[in-house]
């Protein structure tokens, strides 16, 4: 039997993500699909969606809020890993502009609307107890890439040791983008899948774009005067292993970008 060939996307919340669905909607058409069947804020287990995808035949690319990662090979299936890093201080700011515009009801969409980013910030962080609340604007990088055992595992604390597992699975993974490099991480898209999915389009329109400000440290020079420096710090720090993760990724990446151009070279 010939070895299945499925796109997976995870898709990290706040990261570039919708447009990269964009491009693979575009494309695969009916064989694409969003598996997002939980409620908000909850997980999926890699076998289930493993099991998932091997109910759906016609499947060709997935993408997923929930899904987490990695979902390796197996006999049968030959998973295409597409997962985004972005800036961890930058991304809270985008989560806070998205959610002062957004349609849904939670609590925290209620309260970006009603406070600026300082109060909004601050009332997370006053939530660093529970998990379920903070996670999503402390570390959330890192905990998406080191699930180990069970659904339980994705909430407990992040360590030191589960950042060693996030870059040891970053570095093992064929391909992975950089929100600010977005450009380049297509480049590199098109490099990691035109083999055994050739003629793709990878044009694409920005989709759900937050912000006007285009260059990354201005709109964190923005960021750090609105919410002040103590709190930004208060932010930095408790993101931490994020950071760390992203600055291992960014010099991962363009290492890898490099070896890519010198083939598009040759």
């Given at each position: 039997m010939e070895e299945r060939k499925v796109i997976v996307h995870f898709h990290n919340f706040k990261?570039?993500?919708?447009?990269?669905?964009?491009i693979l909607r575009n494309n695969f058409r009916?064989?694409?699909?969003?598996?997002?069947p939980n409620e908000r804020g909850t997980v999926?287990?890699?076998?289930?969606g493993r099991r998932y995808i091997n109910n759906q035949p016609a499947l060709m690319a997935l993408s997923s809020h929930q899904l987490l990662f990695p979902l390796p090979d197996d006999k049968k299936l030959k998973i295409y890993s597409i997962l985004f890093l972005r800036h961890p201080i930058d991304r809270i700011g985008s989560i806070y502009r998205y959610e002062r515009i957004s349609g849904q009801s939670?609590?925290?969409?209620?309260?970006?609307?009603?406070?600026?980013?300082?109060?909004?910030?601050?009332?997370?962080?006053?939530?660093?107890?529970?998990i379920r609340k903070v996670g999503v604007i402390a570390n959330f990088q890192v905990r998406r890439l080191s699930y180990q055992e069970d659904v339980?595992?994705?909430?407990?604390?992040i360590t030191k040791e589960k950042l060693i597992i996030a870059k040891k699975r970053l570095s093992e993974s064929?391909?992975?983008?950089?929100?600010?490099?977005?450009?380049?991480?297509?480049?590199?898209?098109?490099?990691?899948?035109?083999?055994?999915?050739?003629g793709l389009?990878?044009?694409?329109?920005?989709?759900?774009?937050?912000?006007?400000?285009?260059?990354?440290?201005?709109?964190?020079?923005?960021?750090?005067?609105?919410?002040?420096?103590?709190?930004?710090?208060?932010?930095?720090?408790?993101?931490?292993y994020d950071m760390e993760l992203y600055d291992y990724g960014v010099n991962l990446f363009n290492d890898r970008m490099n070896m890519v151009r010198r083939n598009i070279a040759k």
């Open positions: 990261n570039a993500g919708c447009t990269v669905d964009y009916q064989g694409y699909q969003n598996y997002d999926i287990l890699p076998k289930d939670s609590d925290d969409v209620l309260m970006a609307k009603e406070t600026d980013i300082k109060s909004y910030i601050s009332s997370r962080l006053n939530n660093l107890s529970n339980d595992d994705f909430y407990r604390k064929k391909y992975f983008g950089i929100v600010d490099l977005f450009n380049e991480s297509i480049l590199y898209m098109k490099s990691f899948l035109e083999k055994d999915f050739p389009d990878y044009t694409y329109t920005i989709q759900n774009r937050t912000t006007e400000t285009v260059e990354l440290g201005q709109r964190l020079n923005e960021l750090k005067q609105q919410l002040g420096d103590q709190l930004y710090t208060r932010l930095y720090e408790i993101n931490q």
